[in-house]
């Protein structure tokens, strides 16, 4: 066990990367300062140099152009946004132009770009710093879409996202960044489109993304004792979905609920839901439950954020209504590590 | 309005919006205030010396730096701490914080933590104003990170085209988070300078010597309600803590100790103190009125109810008016 | 009957609502313009001014501040995009800042603004003229999003999201503009989050959008003599989503096609069907089936076009794979009216 | 390069795109070219004599309306009209369309329809020429609308404040569709004088003398291939066609007959002619070379096959390089 958490992760795999092959760069505002993206281009810029890991006005709409343009000499830029939400200001580079850029020119040009955008959560990230936008992203044809929710496969995917010659966007949850796992240390690739089944089950299937593969762990681990086995399949990747993977488990178990770390209406667990029911009909016992975000902008104030934000014990329920749990039995929730549920450990002391 | 800077008043208010903000970094590590907070110690000129000459109709905008103009501009103190609380009596009812500060009765309309995202609804406001004939006028607070957004040129663009009545206010403290200007804006241009892309008017002032922002800003605002068009400010200065957060930063090493050190020498407080506005025993009793405001205000705020969670959805669709 | 097409029923709804209601204003480059958005705007400044209808610089980002800083004053703006794929320059204002509007202000503040997005079709509109993003406003808390298929409610809708105190997303399919219907002369509104049952039948439900309502119609009609009745729901709103309509339709016919004019793929198709399946799981004989583009950009060519984009006969296949009916009983496709099937109708000769 | 102009040269290059753009606009109305155009008729000069001046490697980029600065740098003819007819032998193989046109070979990165949308693409290009160290320039054309545009503002700031190798050059025919400048941008200012909010180099210069824009487009290439960063050139010109389509559109009412006329009389290529360059015989020959070039081209492209419909799922992702 090389024990990394998931921050290390992505600084070790751009290391890796920047150091594998001079053609990739990273950049963004902050970038390479003294905090480095919470941690994860920490020291890139002392050794790879400020060409390669490139500071950015903010100017989110252009910088991306400048990182299309920069493939034309065959760059391989990774851009980083701090927030989701700043990406929405860069819409029309990534959806007008990168994501159609291989196609509308007849396949002779090609966008080989990552983009790192991390979802904001807690305390009182608020309305502007936590969307969570995936399925926007999913729904535009030409990019891949990956949410790892280890720290290997935040690795692992980044240097298959850095070698794809699609756009691909790493959406990665700030909760995760300080969550520790197994992490080779040579260069390794994810395979994209992959998913994974996390915990192996025969009762119902929770297929989840990015953090909520943490939340679906935890419940899967709170049901066993009362002889419920429930399957946590990690999606991993949204573009290309692992339909596969994802219709086999439901297939075995019967029942799904899926967890999103987005909003749910019109967002990716819809997909999720309609692709198991169009491909896995037969054998769901019941209607697939989503599991997310409700249809409000994110509350700043912990009073709001604390019941906005679902959690293992809303997999816990929507599984025992599945199954046929009486709610009553569940188990309590463990009490909060502080006064709320708005920071991601007891180690985390204030502002991002 | 217009006339010398009442320096004694100007004073009084910079020294509300420091201590003020001295109580909040002292308090934020108590961690009930879980809102980001990105403090202005250090930048209390400019809010103090515009906002003085603004009438209450006159709408005022800022961004996530924002308790300054939020302060200077008659902002409710209450409703702004409870808002870091994340109570109910916020005044964004605790769904914003810190970064969406409003107090409409104050005309003070909004802040906004995405670059430059208070910038064009400024613009419309100040568009509105016209067509109401309401002469009120729009002003707005931004950072010189700000200005490399799209939406501040096309902001610009547009208010010039039409010769709107706004003020654009950017306070200058050199650093965008931890990059310093170079390589994110040209060398040796002043960001006052911009402002000639649109043959708008500008000037640039010294931010820390509020004497100095109170004259720039007579002239620019005297301009702007003559309906002679926007008007492009600059002032330079600087901000003594961390981006975001109550602790200094020094030791990130992104600003030299020498730079922070002049800078702190710069104090806009200080400086009035030096000139000797006001008198020390004037000062004490000034002190003394601040600082009950401000316990009191942190009383309320931190006995104030939290919104009640069955509320969550409230305010997303509004019923019909 | 007063038959008025659909351009002239929202030209006519415009032109009343300014009469109506002296806080309503429209803008967008070219708005007063000489051929006033495809005859949507054209002589409305004549009649009401400059300023009441009002031309823009192609600022979409910045535009979108300007309306929203006028509705402090009380007015009511229409944003009027020619191509929805122009408001992706503005995403930042529409949904970090108008949607959340009232929220984020605990109530204090209200953005009753419309957005009129187009969306272009055919006559090699291409990669960058024919989005349909419905799904992304769907997505995202605080917009309503309507999708009128006939004159009628184009009026009717349009008056009514005027008339709202959230911001409304109104998308107008292109091919729609020619098609003509009773239009009633009066100002009216019809509700947003109804949806409508266009044709009533037993053996299928269509739940479609927009101008796939027109494709599902065609469909119904042509399934008609082979003795199968399909019931035409035109969703019309997707948010509100009117989930008691749709679902009251699956459970008589106990099948549900979703046909969108957008990208199947995280497209607002996965939500109609994901609801459909959580409320009448029981009624569904087989899962839904979705109809729309397939998750590639919009080629330019008419030669890939027309493969690209889904027409009835697609409906009527979907249909007869539910209800068991030989495909091969099913009628011939009429031919195209031209050498491609690129525009909507024979009148239809070249560049928009 | 460098240089007095080589008007004969100049000549030839804006007759062949005239012609053309006649050859297409004149075909259009069969309705086989199934996709948006947007002629450059009446603004052939800054094309030609800007083009004129690069080297193969240097790059360009355009938006919407395109075909004179693609064929201007030597993109491939029969590739452009294929890509009209929507054909697998069109440059881009029918996916784009002439609002998509691409000639790598010749340097012609890329055009694309929205607006600005390649600009900061063409500075992105610049930035990796300084890394790769290649010499090369970008020069990015775009109309007066564009500027209006965020990405136009972001992209010369960060052009600047890098200086990059990059030529900006805005080609202001007065109108955006069909809205004139006054209320769009404002009055009594040139969009050259834009550069000055970057601290940037910049002209203006008449858009339809091919020697004018020549000559300011050699003192913009050398500045920017000296290393000494980006520069904007404002060249005014004029659309003889309407907006997008084969057709003029004099009886909309939005341009004065008086004003098309002024124009029409201020014809790039009739200006060369009165010159006297060339000789009528050496036109004549001229004449006919371009007339042989285009019809074999539009033959060519007519006689090409169409994308087969089952590779409508080609070029979403790229296979692994
Ligand atoms: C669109 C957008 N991009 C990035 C950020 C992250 N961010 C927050 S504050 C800031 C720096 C702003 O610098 P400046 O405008 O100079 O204001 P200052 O903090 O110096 O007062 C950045 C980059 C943001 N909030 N919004
Ligand atoms: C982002 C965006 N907004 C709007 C349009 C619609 N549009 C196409 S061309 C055009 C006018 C552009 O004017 P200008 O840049 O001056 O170029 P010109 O057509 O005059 O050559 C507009 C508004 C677009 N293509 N892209
Ligand atoms: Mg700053
Ligand atoms: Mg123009």
Redesign the pocket.
Known sequence: MRLRSFAEAIREGLEQALADDPRVCVMG??VPGPTGIFGTTRGLAERFGPERVMDMP?S?QAMTGFALGATLDGYRPVIVH??V??AV?AMDQMVNQVAKWHFMYGGRLRAPMVFRLIVGRGWGQGPQ?SQSLQAWFAHVPGFKVAMPASPRDAKGMLVAAIRDDSPVVLVEHRWLYGITGDVPEELYETKLGEARVARPGRHATVAATSHMVIEALRAAERLAPLGIEVEVVDMRSLVPLDADTLCASVARTGHLVVADTGTIAFGAGAEIAAVATERAFAHLKKAPVRIGLPHFPSPTTPALADAFYPRAVDIERAVAGLVGLDPARLPVEEPPHGPWRDTPDPSFKGPY | MGGPAPLPDLFASMLRIRRIEEAIAKRYPEGEMRCPV?FCIGQEAVPAAICAQLARTDRVFS???SHGHYLAKGGDLRAMLAELYGRETGCARGRGGSQHLIDLEAGFVASA?????TIPIAVGAALSATWRKSGSVSVVF??????E?GAFHESMNFAAARRLPVLFVC???A???HSAMEGRQPAGRRIADMAKAYAMASAHADGNDAAAVWNAGAIALDHVRKGNGPYLLEFDTY?WLE??GPNPDDALGYRTPAEIDAWRRRCPIEKLRRDSVPGAAEERALEARIAAEIDAAFAAARAAPFPDPRDLGAFVHPARS
Not at chain 2, 142 to 147: L, P, S
């Open positions: 505002p902050g903010s989110e701090m927030r939400d700043f200001l710093h | 990105h961004g996530h730096r933590p995405i670059l430059a995202g931004f950072g010189d990170g700000a200005t957004e306070e200058n403290n650093y965008s988070v901000r981006h975001c």
